[in-house]
């Protein structure tokens, strides 16, 4: 996904075990992260990559929405909700990437998901500087 959509600056549900970029952040204070509690810090100007815990989904959407956010986001692959028809109605781009094991603290747990990875410019130039098409 980074070598299609570059790579993101910071990862916005992490922690010190599971994350995926030098700068992260996380739900409750972690070592190395720069913030705790990324719904409430600004997310513009920056690329975020990000893999919400599912409760959290719906607010995440309304906060790229309404930042105007670029992000990568990885989702289940859920049709029906609202949050995923927003995603689609959002995307410069998408990509099915399938069942993915998921990694917590030390264990991997099998997924029964498909997942889906979005990508938004929000109010970014995309990656190859022009519009890309929606899929």
Request: proline share 7%.
């Amino acid at each position: 996904l980074t070598k299609k959509w570059g790579m993101p600056s910071v990862d916005r549900f992490a922690d010190d075990l599971n994350r995926k970029l030098l700068r992260f952040n996380s739900r409750f204070w972690t070592p190395g992260c720069e913030e705790a509690d990324s719904l409430t810090l600004p997310w513009a100007g920056e690329f975020n990559y990000i893999t919400p815990p599912i409760p959290l989904l719906r607010k995440v959407v309304m906060k790229i929405q309404r930042e105007r956010a670029k992000a990568l986001i990885i989702v289940p692959q859920w049709p029906r909700q609202q949050w995923y028809q927003a995603l689609v109605n959002m995307a410069d781009e998408s990509q099915n990437i399938g069942h993915q094991s998921i990694q917590k603290n030390n264990a991997t747990w099998k997924s029964k998901f498909n997942f889906t990875a979005f990508y938004i410019c929000g109010n970014s130039p995309c990656t190859n500087g022009t519009t890309m098409t929606k899929t």
